[in-house]
T-cell receptor, first 109, second 112 residues
């Protein structure tokens, strides 16, 4: 059973077209939810940690939110340099870590 | 500048040879991890270490081995027993288990 599911698999946006990426997770035992950005051929870059429902974190054009069953990464007025794969990960009791397979975002100028 | 380094960036080996991938961190983190990433797939955990001289198998440990003799270093050996070793290998560390992980730049291993 998948603990973390990301959607969509791929997303194409025009520059300036805001949208959201979704991360659904198994609720039982969740201790934390993480977002990462990964550029091609590079290691993931840590973006945000969320611990409880209702929590929000922001960084430039990105805002991460957490509800009781999913997390969203909102991208406001994206630019081409925001193109990357965005990974969601969840940590559960006993420190079990699960990564989603990512959403590949392509922002066209 | 604190961070995680992996070397080399690209590695080529012949089938049947063992190869060791380097991972060093100067973040003073206790926990370290090795992941494998294949095209179009998520990260899969190979091994992890919570503390020096201790490590545990992850989800896909067969054909791999590790050591953790120093806090800063967590090398991964890909042995000839690994059936499909060609992949992108990522090392990560965290303050302790369960905290956010910070990743190195990765090593792309090609075995022919």
């Amino acid at each position: 059973e998948d603990q973390v599911t990301q959607s969509p698999e791929a997303l194409r946006l025009q520059e300036g077209e805001s949208s959201s990426l979704n991360c659904s997770y198994t609720v039982s035992g969740l201790r934390g939810l993480f977002w990462y950005r990964q550029d091609p051929g590079k290691g993931p870059e840590f973006l945000f940690t969320l611990y409880s429902a209702g929590e929000e974190k922001e960084k430039e054009r990105l805002k991460a939110t957490l509800t009781k069953k999913e997390s969203f990464l909102h991208i406001t007025a994206p630019k081409p340099e925001d193109s990357a794969t965005y990974l969601c990960a969840a940590v559960y009791n006993f420190n079990k870590f699960y990564f989603g397979s990512g959403t590949k975002l392509n922002v066209k100028p | 500048d604190g961070g995680i380094t992996q070397s080399p960036k690209y590695l080529f080996r012949k089938e049947g040879q063992n190869v060791t991938l380097s991972c060093e961190q100067n973040l003073n983190h206790d926990a370290m991890y090795w992941y494998r990433q294949d095209p179009g797939q998520g990260l899969r955990l190979i091994y992890y270490s919570q503390i020096v001289n201790d490590f545990q198998k992850g989800d896909i440990a067969e054909g791999y081995s590790v050591s953790r003799e120093k806090k800063e270093s967590f090398p991964l050996t890909v042995t000839s027993a690994q059936k499909n070793p060609t992949a992108f290998y990522l090392c990560a560390s965290s303050i302790s288990m369960g905290d956010e992980q910070y990743f190195g730049p990765g090593t792309r291993l090609t075995v022919t």
